[in-house]
Protein backbone atom coordinates (compact mmCIF):
# COMPACT_ATOMS: atom_id res chain seq x y z
CA UNK A 1 0.00 0.00 0.00
CA UNK A 2 1.39 3.65 -0.91
CA UNK A 3 2.46 5.63 2.29
CA UNK A 4 -0.61 7.97 2.74
CA UNK A 5 -3.08 5.36 2.32
CA UNK A 6 -5.88 4.54 5.11
CA UNK A 7 -4.42 1.05 5.78
CA UNK A 8 -0.92 2.54 5.58
CA UNK A 9 -0.80 6.58 6.72
CA UNK A 10 2.11 8.89 6.49
CA UNK A 11 3.27 7.82 10.18
CA UNK A 12 4.88 11.06 11.33
CA UNK A 13 7.08 12.09 14.83
CA UNK A 14 7.05 15.48 15.59
CA UNK A 15 9.65 16.22 18.74
CA UNK A 16 8.74 19.35 20.64
CA UNK A 17 5.10 20.31 21.36
CA UNK A 18 5.86 24.31 21.01
CA UNK A 19 4.27 26.05 17.82
CA UNK A 20 6.78 25.00 15.41
CA UNK A 21 5.49 21.65 16.50
CA UNK A 22 1.69 22.67 16.13
CA UNK A 23 2.01 24.29 13.34
CA UNK A 24 3.93 21.15 11.52
CA UNK A 25 1.23 19.28 12.95
CA UNK A 26 -1.22 21.31 11.06
CA UNK A 27 -0.20 21.59 7.89
CA UNK A 28 0.23 17.55 7.67
CA UNK A 29 -3.31 17.21 8.51
CA UNK A 30 -3.85 19.54 5.88
CA UNK A 31 -2.29 17.61 3.47
CA UNK A 32 -4.16 14.77 1.05
CA UNK A 33 -2.90 12.22 2.57
CA UNK A 34 -4.03 9.93 5.82
CA UNK A 35 -1.68 10.85 8.23
CA UNK A 36 -0.92 9.38 11.59
CA UNK A 37 1.21 12.28 14.29
CA UNK A 38 2.98 11.32 17.09
CA UNK A 39 3.99 15.12 18.99
CA UNK A 40 6.41 14.06 21.45
CA UNK A 41 7.37 16.86 24.34
CA UNK A 42 9.64 16.35 27.37
CA UNK A 43 7.55 18.49 29.53
CA UNK A 44 3.81 16.67 30.79
CA UNK A 45 2.57 19.98 28.97
CA UNK A 46 2.78 20.95 25.91
CA UNK A 47 2.61 24.76 23.85
CA UNK A 48 6.47 25.21 24.69
CA UNK A 49 7.30 28.81 25.40
CA UNK A 50 3.90 29.91 24.60
CA UNK A 51 3.51 28.63 27.95
CA UNK A 52 6.54 29.07 29.48
CA UNK A 53 8.11 32.29 27.78
CA UNK A 54 5.72 34.51 26.72
CA UNK A 55 5.39 36.73 29.93
CA UNK A 56 2.37 35.91 31.85
CA UNK A 57 0.90 39.88 31.65
CA UNK A 58 0.46 39.33 27.89
CA UNK A 59 -2.55 37.42 28.33
CA UNK A 60 -3.82 38.07 24.51
CA UNK A 61 0.03 36.58 23.19
CA UNK A 62 -1.32 33.41 24.68
CA UNK A 63 -4.26 33.07 22.56
CA UNK A 64 -2.21 31.07 19.94
CA UNK A 65 -2.79 28.10 22.29
CA UNK A 66 -6.36 28.12 21.34
CA UNK A 67 -5.52 27.25 17.75
CA UNK A 68 -2.96 24.72 19.09
CA UNK A 69 -6.00 22.92 20.97
CA UNK A 70 -8.10 22.49 18.16
CA UNK A 71 -5.10 21.21 15.99
CA UNK A 72 -4.99 18.54 19.17
CA UNK A 73 -8.20 17.25 18.66
CA UNK A 74 -7.99 16.28 15.16
CA UNK A 75 -7.72 12.38 14.96
CA UNK A 76 -4.85 12.44 12.98
CA UNK A 77 -3.05 13.97 16.21
CA UNK A 78 -1.47 12.19 19.33
CA UNK A 79 -0.06 14.04 21.98
CA UNK A 80 3.14 11.67 23.75
CA UNK A 81 4.25 14.46 26.52
CA UNK A 82 6.25 13.51 29.74
CA UNK A 83 9.18 11.64 26.60
CA UNK A 84 12.46 12.70 26.29
CA UNK A 85 14.03 12.56 22.97
CA UNK A 86 17.75 11.06 23.10
CA UNK A 87 16.88 9.67 26.57
CA UNK A 88 13.73 7.47 27.08
CA UNK A 89 13.62 6.93 23.50
CA UNK A 90 16.51 7.46 20.93
CA UNK A 91 17.04 9.95 17.84
CA UNK A 92 17.68 6.37 16.12
CA UNK A 93 14.85 4.42 17.44
CA UNK A 94 12.51 7.30 15.88
CA UNK A 95 14.11 6.96 12.83
CA UNK A 96 13.36 3.69 12.41
CA UNK A 97 10.05 3.34 13.30
CA UNK A 98 8.69 6.15 11.59
CA UNK A 99 8.86 7.08 7.81
CA UNK A 100 9.92 10.99 8.95
CA UNK A 101 10.60 12.76 11.90
CA UNK A 102 10.58 16.08 12.28
CA UNK A 103 12.84 17.72 15.11
CA UNK A 104 10.50 21.36 16.75
CA UNK A 105 13.08 21.65 19.68
CA UNK A 106 13.29 24.76 20.33
CA UNK A 107 16.08 26.70 21.21
CA UNK A 108 16.55 26.05 25.35
CA UNK A 109 19.58 26.96 26.65
CA UNK A 110 21.38 30.96 26.89
CA UNK A 111 23.96 32.30 24.74
CA UNK A 112 27.31 33.11 26.95
CA UNK A 113 28.79 36.52 27.08
CA UNK A 114 32.17 35.56 27.67
CA UNK A 115 33.43 37.93 30.09
CA UNK A 116 34.67 36.90 33.45
CA UNK A 117 32.87 37.16 36.20
CA UNK A 118 29.70 35.47 34.34
CA UNK A 119 29.19 33.14 36.64
CA UNK A 120 29.30 34.54 39.88
CA UNK A 121 26.77 34.75 42.31
CA UNK A 122 23.69 37.29 41.37
CA UNK A 123 24.12 37.07 37.62
CA UNK A 124 21.68 34.67 35.97
CA UNK A 125 20.16 34.18 33.06
CA UNK A 126 16.71 35.84 31.41
CA UNK A 127 15.84 31.91 30.36
CA UNK A 128 16.19 30.66 34.16
CA UNK A 129 14.45 34.00 35.24
CA UNK A 130 11.63 33.40 32.92
CA UNK A 131 11.23 29.67 33.37
CA UNK A 132 10.96 30.61 36.78
CA UNK A 133 8.39 33.03 36.93
CA UNK A 134 6.49 31.02 34.31
CA UNK A 135 6.53 27.33 36.51
CA UNK A 136 8.67 25.37 34.40
CA UNK A 137 9.21 22.74 36.23
CA UNK A 138 13.20 22.77 35.35
CA UNK A 139 13.59 25.98 36.85
CA UNK A 140 11.03 25.85 40.16
CA UNK A 141 13.33 25.44 42.80
CA UNK A 142 15.58 27.95 41.58
CA UNK A 143 16.47 31.39 44.02
CA UNK A 144 16.68 34.83 42.37
CA UNK A 145 18.59 37.39 45.09
CA UNK A 146 16.11 40.31 45.27
CA UNK A 147 17.29 41.85 48.26
CA UNK A 148 19.56 44.50 46.21
CA UNK A 149 18.40 47.90 44.96
CA UNK A 150 19.87 47.80 41.70
CA UNK A 151 19.41 44.82 39.12
CA UNK A 152 21.54 45.26 35.20
CA UNK A 153 19.80 43.81 32.55
CA UNK A 154 22.02 42.77 29.76
CA UNK A 155 20.30 43.24 25.81
CA UNK A 156 17.78 45.23 24.56
CA UNK A 157 15.91 42.45 22.58
CA UNK A 158 11.95 41.60 23.83
CA UNK A 159 13.19 38.95 26.23
CA UNK A 160 14.91 41.63 27.80
CA UNK A 161 11.71 43.81 27.95
CA UNK A 162 9.31 41.65 29.48
CA UNK A 163 12.45 40.03 32.46
CA UNK A 164 12.85 44.71 32.96
CA UNK A 165 9.22 45.08 32.96
CA UNK A 166 8.61 41.75 35.77
CA UNK A 167 11.18 43.10 38.05
CA UNK A 168 9.44 46.99 37.66
CA UNK A 169 6.03 45.81 38.03
CA UNK A 170 4.04 46.27 40.87
CA UNK A 171 2.72 43.00 42.74
CA UNK A 172 -1.02 44.16 42.25
CA UNK A 173 -0.12 44.36 38.35
CA UNK A 174 0.98 40.67 38.52
CA UNK A 175 -1.55 38.87 40.50
CA UNK A 176 -4.38 38.03 38.56
CA UNK A 177 -2.31 36.99 35.71
CA UNK A 178 -0.96 33.42 35.35
CA UNK A 179 2.53 33.94 36.93
CA UNK A 180 3.55 31.39 39.39
CA UNK A 181 2.44 31.95 43.65
CA UNK A 182 6.28 31.38 44.43
CA UNK A 183 7.37 33.70 42.01
CA UNK A 184 5.34 36.14 42.89
CA UNK A 185 5.99 35.72 46.53
CA UNK A 186 9.75 35.80 46.34
CA UNK A 187 8.70 39.46 43.61
CA UNK A 188 6.66 40.85 46.84
CA UNK A 189 9.83 40.90 48.61
CA UNK A 190 11.19 42.94 46.09
CA UNK A 191 14.08 45.50 46.87
CA UNK A 192 15.17 46.34 43.51
CA UNK A 193 14.61 50.28 43.00
CA UNK A 194 16.64 50.79 39.67
CA UNK A 195 17.10 48.67 36.22
CA UNK A 196 19.39 49.33 33.87
CA UNK A 197 18.88 47.81 30.15
CA UNK A 198 21.84 47.66 28.48
CA UNK A 199 22.47 47.65 25.04
CA UNK A 200 25.69 47.41 23.14
CA UNK A 201 24.67 49.38 20.49
CA UNK A 202 22.52 53.07 19.76
CA UNK A 203 18.68 53.45 20.48
CA UNK A 204 18.43 53.18 16.80
CA UNK A 205 19.21 49.51 16.75
CA UNK A 206 17.44 48.40 19.95
CA UNK A 207 15.41 45.22 19.25
CA UNK A 208 12.52 45.83 21.26
CA UNK A 209 8.87 45.73 19.84
CA UNK A 210 7.90 48.91 19.90
CA UNK A 211 4.38 48.12 21.18
CA UNK A 212 6.86 46.34 24.26
CA UNK A 213 8.65 49.51 25.02
CA UNK A 214 5.67 51.89 25.05
CA UNK A 215 4.40 49.97 28.05
CA UNK A 216 6.59 50.79 30.41
CA UNK A 217 5.56 54.19 29.85
CA UNK A 218 2.00 52.95 31.74
CA UNK A 219 3.83 50.89 34.79
CA UNK A 220 1.97 52.21 38.16
CA UNK A 221 5.28 51.31 40.20
CA UNK A 222 7.88 52.33 37.86
CA UNK A 223 9.43 55.73 35.91
CA UNK A 224 10.72 54.96 32.33
CA UNK A 225 14.25 56.67 32.17
CA UNK A 226 17.00 57.58 29.40
CA UNK A 227 19.78 60.50 29.74
CA UNK A 228 18.31 62.81 26.38
CA UNK A 229 22.24 62.91 25.94
CA UNK A 230 22.09 59.17 25.11
CA UNK A 231 19.97 59.81 22.35
CA UNK A 232 22.22 62.13 19.69
CA UNK A 233 22.63 59.72 17.07
CA UNK A 234 25.27 59.09 14.38
CA UNK A 235 24.49 59.23 10.59
CA UNK A 236 24.26 56.66 9.79
CA UNK A 237 21.67 55.56 12.32
CA UNK A 238 19.89 58.72 11.21
CA UNK A 239 19.61 57.14 7.84
CA UNK A 240 18.53 54.13 9.20
CA UNK A 241 15.31 55.96 11.18
CA UNK A 242 14.72 57.64 7.72
CA UNK A 243 14.40 53.95 6.02
CA UNK A 244 11.30 52.53 5.35
CA UNK A 245 12.68 49.63 6.95
CA UNK A 246 13.74 51.62 9.76
CA UNK A 247 10.34 51.91 10.98
CA UNK A 248 9.59 50.30 14.05
CA UNK A 249 13.39 51.17 15.24
CA UNK A 250 11.94 55.48 14.36
CA UNK A 251 9.11 54.30 16.45
CA UNK A 252 11.02 53.30 19.35
CA UNK A 253 13.11 56.00 19.13
CA UNK A 254 10.29 58.63 19.43
CA UNK A 255 9.14 56.06 23.13
CA UNK A 256 12.61 56.82 24.30
CA UNK A 257 12.22 60.68 23.74
CA UNK A 258 9.16 60.01 26.23
CA UNK A 259 11.11 57.96 28.43
CA UNK A 260 13.83 60.97 28.32
CA UNK A 261 10.91 63.59 28.89
CA UNK A 262 9.08 61.41 31.51
CA UNK A 263 8.99 63.23 34.97
CA UNK A 264 10.18 62.24 38.24
CA UNK A 265 6.54 61.76 40.27
CA UNK A 266 8.03 59.73 42.95
CA UNK A 267 7.44 56.57 41.47
CA UNK A 268 9.58 53.87 43.78
CA UNK A 269 11.25 51.98 40.36
CA UNK A 270 13.40 53.47 37.99
CA UNK A 271 14.14 51.44 34.72
CA UNK A 272 16.97 53.30 32.98
CA UNK A 273 17.76 52.28 29.51
CA UNK A 274 21.24 52.86 28.22
CA UNK A 275 22.92 52.08 25.20
CA UNK A 276 26.76 51.82 23.80
CA UNK A 277 28.19 50.01 26.84
CA UNK A 278 29.14 46.16 26.69
CA UNK A 279 30.20 44.67 30.10
CA UNK A 280 34.03 43.15 30.02
CA UNK A 281 34.00 41.78 33.56
CA UNK A 282 31.58 41.35 36.29
CA UNK A 283 33.23 41.70 39.90
CA UNK A 284 32.52 41.06 43.28
CA UNK A 285 33.80 39.38 46.55
CA UNK A 286 32.31 35.27 45.66
CA UNK A 287 29.34 37.41 44.63
CA UNK A 288 28.31 40.23 42.18
CA UNK A 289 28.61 43.35 42.74
CA UNK A 290 29.67 45.65 39.94
CA UNK A 291 29.90 45.40 36.57
CA UNK A 292 32.59 47.05 34.42
CA UNK A 293 31.43 48.17 31.03
CA UNK A 294 33.05 49.48 27.62
CA UNK A 295 32.08 52.31 25.87
CA UNK A 296 31.16 51.40 22.49
CA UNK A 297 30.93 53.61 18.90
CA UNK A 298 28.77 51.91 15.74
CA UNK A 299 30.41 51.75 12.29
CA UNK A 300 29.45 49.90 8.74
CA UNK A 301 26.91 50.61 6.39
CA UNK A 302 22.90 51.25 7.71
CA UNK A 303 21.57 48.61 9.45
CA UNK A 304 24.62 46.48 9.23
CA UNK A 305 26.45 48.74 12.05
CA UNK A 306 28.32 47.26 14.41
CA UNK A 307 29.93 48.21 17.90
CA UNK A 308 33.54 48.62 18.46
CA UNK A 309 34.79 49.16 21.82
CA UNK A 310 36.49 52.73 22.69
CA UNK A 311 39.01 52.01 25.41
CA UNK A 312 37.23 54.04 27.54
CA UNK A 313 35.39 51.81 30.80
CA UNK A 314 32.25 52.81 33.72
CA UNK A 315 31.31 50.81 35.98
CA UNK A 316 28.02 50.18 37.36
CA UNK A 317 27.31 48.99 40.92
CA UNK A 318 24.79 46.30 41.39
CA UNK A 319 23.34 43.38 43.20
CA UNK A 320 21.61 41.38 40.63
CA UNK A 321 22.33 41.27 36.97
CA UNK A 322 20.13 39.02 34.03
CA UNK A 323 21.98 38.32 30.61
CA UNK A 324 19.33 38.85 28.41
CA UNK A 325 21.35 38.42 24.71
CA UNK A 326 19.68 35.33 23.05
CA UNK A 327 18.91 31.71 22.51
CA UNK A 328 21.35 28.14 21.66
CA UNK A 329 20.22 25.15 20.64
CA UNK A 330 20.87 21.55 22.77
CA UNK A 331 22.12 19.26 20.89
CA UNK A 332 20.17 15.74 20.76
CA UNK A 333 22.03 12.79 20.40
CA UNK A 334 21.91 11.09 17.23
CA UNK A 335 20.86 14.08 15.65
CA UNK A 336 23.15 16.18 13.64
CA UNK A 337 23.86 19.99 14.96
CA UNK A 338 25.75 22.59 14.19
CA UNK A 339 27.62 23.83 17.26
CA UNK A 340 28.26 27.64 15.54
CA UNK A 341 24.55 28.36 14.98
CA UNK A 342 23.10 26.63 17.59
CA UNK A 343 20.80 24.89 15.22
CA UNK A 344 20.30 21.51 13.63
CA UNK A 345 21.84 21.87 10.18
CA UNK A 346 19.42 21.72 7.08
CA UNK A 347 18.54 22.86 3.78
CA UNK A 348 14.78 24.12 3.89
CA UNK A 349 13.87 21.97 6.80
CA UNK A 350 15.60 18.79 5.13
CA UNK A 351 18.13 17.75 8.34
CA UNK A 352 21.43 17.59 6.72
CA UNK A 353 24.57 15.31 7.88
CA UNK A 354 26.10 18.42 8.70
CA UNK A 355 26.28 22.24 8.09
CA UNK A 356 27.25 21.95 4.25
CA UNK A 357 26.45 17.97 4.40
CA UNK A 358 23.73 15.96 2.57
CA UNK A 359 20.61 15.45 3.27
CA UNK A 360 19.29 13.21 5.26
CA UNK A 361 16.24 11.05 4.20
CA UNK A 362 13.36 11.53 6.75
CA UNK A 363 14.36 13.85 9.21
CA UNK A 364 13.10 17.64 9.22
CA UNK A 365 12.96 20.53 11.46
CA UNK A 366 11.49 23.67 11.69
CA UNK A 367 11.43 26.64 14.15
CA UNK A 368 14.10 28.00 16.38
CA UNK A 369 15.89 24.78 16.41
CA UNK A 370 15.75 24.93 12.29
CA UNK A 371 16.54 28.79 12.19
CA UNK A 372 17.91 29.97 15.67
CA UNK A 373 15.95 31.77 17.89
CA UNK A 374 14.35 34.87 16.51
CA UNK A 375 10.64 35.86 15.05
CA UNK A 376 7.63 35.56 17.04
CA UNK A 377 4.98 32.71 17.18
CA UNK A 378 3.53 33.09 13.95
CA UNK A 379 6.86 33.18 12.06
CA UNK A 380 6.84 29.50 12.88
CA UNK A 381 3.49 28.78 10.87
CA UNK A 382 5.47 29.84 7.81
CA UNK A 383 8.53 28.08 8.45
CA UNK A 384 7.07 24.93 9.72
CA UNK A 385 4.82 24.79 6.51
CA UNK A 386 8.17 24.85 4.83
CA UNK A 387 9.38 22.06 6.44
CA UNK A 388 6.21 20.15 5.68
CA UNK A 389 6.05 20.71 1.95
CA UNK A 390 9.85 19.35 1.56
CA UNK A 391 8.54 16.43 3.67
CA UNK A 392 5.78 15.82 1.41
CA UNK A 393 7.56 16.15 -1.63
CA UNK A 394 9.84 13.52 -0.09
CA UNK A 395 6.87 10.48 0.26
CA UNK A 396 8.33 8.56 -2.13
CA UNK A 397 12.12 8.36 -1.18
CA UNK A 398 10.54 6.75 2.66
CA UNK A 399 10.69 3.06 3.10
CA UNK A 400 6.94 1.60 3.12
CA UNK A 401 6.71 -0.35 6.52
CA UNK A 402 7.06 1.56 9.70
CA UNK A 403 5.18 0.65 13.02
CA UNK A 404 5.68 4.33 14.25
CA UNK A 405 3.18 4.51 17.67
CA UNK A 406 3.22 1.02 18.06
CA UNK A 407 6.79 0.77 18.36
CA UNK A 408 6.88 3.65 20.43
CA UNK A 409 4.80 2.68 23.00
CA UNK A 410 6.90 -0.50 23.29
CA UNK A 411 10.04 0.67 23.29
CA UNK A 412 8.74 4.07 26.22
CA UNK A 413 7.30 0.82 28.14
CA UNK A 414 10.46 -1.03 28.02
CA UNK A 415 12.13 1.82 29.46
CA UNK A 416 9.31 2.49 32.07
CA UNK A 417 8.73 5.74 30.85
CA UNK A 418 5.39 7.25 31.84
CA UNK A 419 4.15 8.91 29.35
CA UNK A 420 1.05 11.23 28.87
CA UNK A 421 -1.51 11.57 26.06
CA UNK A 422 -3.57 14.77 25.42
CA UNK A 423 -6.34 13.60 27.12
CA UNK A 424 -4.55 13.20 30.49
CA UNK A 425 -3.01 16.73 29.96
CA UNK A 426 -6.65 18.41 29.23
CA UNK A 427 -7.11 17.30 33.06
CA UNK A 428 -3.66 19.01 34.15
CA UNK A 429 -4.60 21.50 32.34
CA UNK A 430 -8.35 21.65 33.67
CA UNK A 431 -7.02 21.49 37.39
CA UNK A 432 -4.60 24.20 37.08
CA UNK A 433 -7.55 26.63 35.83
CA UNK A 434 -9.64 25.06 38.82
CA UNK A 435 -6.56 26.25 41.14
CA UNK A 436 -6.24 29.71 39.78
CA UNK A 437 -9.94 30.59 40.20
CA UNK A 438 -9.81 31.51 43.66
CA UNK A 439 -7.00 33.83 43.59
CA UNK A 440 -8.80 35.77 40.22
CA UNK A 441 -5.54 33.73 37.90
CA UNK A 442 -6.54 32.56 34.71
CA UNK A 443 -4.68 28.96 36.09
CA UNK A 444 -1.87 28.23 39.12
CA UNK A 445 0.28 26.18 36.69
CA UNK A 446 2.12 23.16 38.36
CA UNK A 447 5.44 23.61 38.44
CA UNK A 448 6.53 19.60 39.45
CA UNK A 449 6.44 17.00 37.01
CA UNK A 450 5.24 14.43 40.06
CA UNK A 451 2.15 16.44 40.38
CA UNK A 452 1.60 17.10 37.09
CA UNK A 453 1.67 13.22 36.58
CA UNK A 454 -0.26 12.43 39.59
CA UNK A 455 -3.05 14.58 38.43
CA UNK A 456 -2.96 13.00 34.45
CA UNK A 457 -3.27 9.75 36.23
CA UNK A 458 -6.38 10.67 38.30
C1 LIG B 1 11.03 34.51 27.02
C2 LIG B 1 10.34 34.51 25.68
C3 LIG B 1 9.16 35.20 25.52
C4 LIG B 1 8.54 35.23 24.27
N1 LIG B 1 7.38 35.94 24.14
C5 LIG B 1 6.78 35.99 22.94
C6 LIG B 1 5.59 36.73 22.78
O1 LIG B 1 5.10 37.35 23.73
N2 LIG B 1 4.99 36.76 21.55
C7 LIG B 1 5.54 36.09 20.48
O2 LIG B 1 4.96 36.12 19.38
N3 LIG B 1 6.67 35.37 20.60
C8 LIG B 1 7.30 35.31 21.80
N4 LIG B 1 8.45 34.61 21.93
C9 LIG B 1 8.96 33.87 20.77
C10 LIG B 1 8.22 32.51 20.62
O3 LIG B 1 8.02 31.96 21.88
C11 LIG B 1 9.05 31.57 19.72
O4 LIG B 1 9.05 32.11 18.39
C12 LIG B 1 8.48 30.16 19.63
O5 LIG B 1 8.11 29.63 20.87
C13 LIG B 1 9.48 29.18 18.99
O6 LIG B 1 8.79 27.99 18.77
P1 LIG B 1 9.48 26.56 18.72
O7 LIG B 1 8.38 25.59 18.55
O8 LIG B 1 10.56 26.56 17.70
O9 LIG B 1 10.21 26.36 20.14
P2 LIG B 1 9.62 26.23 21.61
O10 LIG B 1 8.43 27.07 21.82
O11 LIG B 1 10.79 26.44 22.51
O12 LIG B 1 9.17 24.70 21.73
C14 LIG B 1 10.10 23.65 21.78
C15 LIG B 1 9.51 22.47 22.56
O13 LIG B 1 10.36 21.33 22.41
C16 LIG B 1 10.45 20.64 23.64
N5 LIG B 1 11.67 19.83 23.63
C17 LIG B 1 12.95 20.29 23.64
N6 LIG B 1 13.81 19.26 23.60
C18 LIG B 1 13.07 18.12 23.55
C19 LIG B 1 13.41 16.74 23.49
N7 LIG B 1 14.67 16.31 23.48
N8 LIG B 1 12.40 15.83 23.47
C20 LIG B 1 11.10 16.24 23.48
N9 LIG B 1 10.74 17.55 23.54
C21 LIG B 1 11.71 18.47 23.56
C22 LIG B 1 10.44 21.76 24.67
O14 LIG B 1 10.08 21.31 25.96
C23 LIG B 1 9.41 22.72 24.06
O15 LIG B 1 8.11 22.42 24.52
C24 LIG B 1 9.11 34.54 23.17
C25 LIG B 1 10.31 33.85 23.34
C26 LIG B 1 10.92 33.83 24.59
C27 LIG B 1 12.22 33.08 24.76
N1 LIG C 1 6.31 40.10 22.86
C1 LIG C 1 6.95 39.52 21.89
O1 LIG C 1 6.53 39.54 20.75
C2 LIG C 1 8.22 38.78 22.19
C3 LIG C 1 8.64 38.63 23.51
C4 LIG C 1 9.84 37.97 23.75
C5 LIG C 1 10.58 37.47 22.68
N2 LIG C 1 10.12 37.62 21.41
C6 LIG C 1 10.94 37.21 20.28
O2 LIG C 1 11.83 36.16 20.62
C7 LIG C 1 13.06 36.34 19.92
C8 LIG C 1 14.22 36.27 20.90
O3 LIG C 1 14.24 37.46 21.70
P1 LIG C 1 15.56 37.91 22.47
O4 LIG C 1 15.25 39.15 23.19
O5 LIG C 1 16.11 36.73 23.20
O6 LIG C 1 16.60 38.12 21.29
P2 LIG C 1 16.99 39.39 20.37
O7 LIG C 1 15.80 40.11 19.91
O8 LIG C 1 17.90 38.83 19.35
O9 LIG C 1 17.80 40.37 21.35
C9 LIG C 1 19.04 40.01 21.87
C10 LIG C 1 19.71 41.25 22.46
O10 LIG C 1 20.94 40.83 23.05
C11 LIG C 1 22.00 41.65 22.54
N3 LIG C 1 23.24 40.89 22.55
C12 LIG C 1 23.54 39.76 21.87
N4 LIG C 1 24.79 39.36 22.15
C13 LIG C 1 25.30 40.26 23.03
C14 LIG C 1 26.54 40.38 23.69
N5 LIG C 1 27.52 39.51 23.52
N6 LIG C 1 26.72 41.45 24.51
C15 LIG C 1 25.75 42.35 24.72
N7 LIG C 1 24.54 42.29 24.11
C16 LIG C 1 24.32 41.25 23.28
C17 LIG C 1 21.54 42.02 21.14
O11 LIG C 1 22.26 43.13 20.67
P3 LIG C 1 22.58 43.32 19.10
O12 LIG C 1 21.33 43.86 18.49
O13 LIG C 1 23.70 44.26 19.08
O14 LIG C 1 22.94 41.95 18.56
C18 LIG C 1 20.06 42.31 21.43
O15 LIG C 1 19.91 43.58 22.01
C19 LIG C 1 12.98 37.66 19.18
O16 LIG C 1 12.66 37.44 17.84
C20 LIG C 1 11.85 38.37 19.89
O17 LIG C 1 11.18 39.31 19.09
C21 LIG C 1 8.98 38.28 21.15
Known amino acids: MSIGSESNPLRVAIVGSGPSGFYAAESLIKSDLKVEIDLIERLPAPFGLVRSGVAPDHPKLKQAIEVYKKIAQNPEFNFVGNVTVGKDVKAKELQENYHAVIYTCGAETDRKLGVPGEDLQGSYTATEF ?3 YNGHPDYRDRSFDLSHETAIVIGQGNVAADVSRILAKSVDELKHTDISQHALDALAE ?6 YVVGRRGPAQAKFASKELKEFLE ?6 YIDPKELQLN ?7 DAKEGRGNKKNVEIFQKFAESEDSGKPRTCISTFLKSPIRLEGDGRLEKVVFEINTLSGEPFKQSCKGTGETMEIDCGILFRSIGYNGVPIDG ?5 RWGTIPNEDGRITSEHGGDVVTGLYTAGWIK ?3 SGIIGTNRACAVETVEMLLEDVGKFGRDKAGREALYKILDANNVKYINYPQWEKIDAAEVAAGEPKGKPREKFTRRDEMLAIANG
Open 130 to 132: VGW
Open 190 to 195: SKIKTI
Open 219 to 224: IENCRP
Open 235 to 241: DVSQQEL
Open 335 to 339: VPFYD
Open 371 to 373: RGP
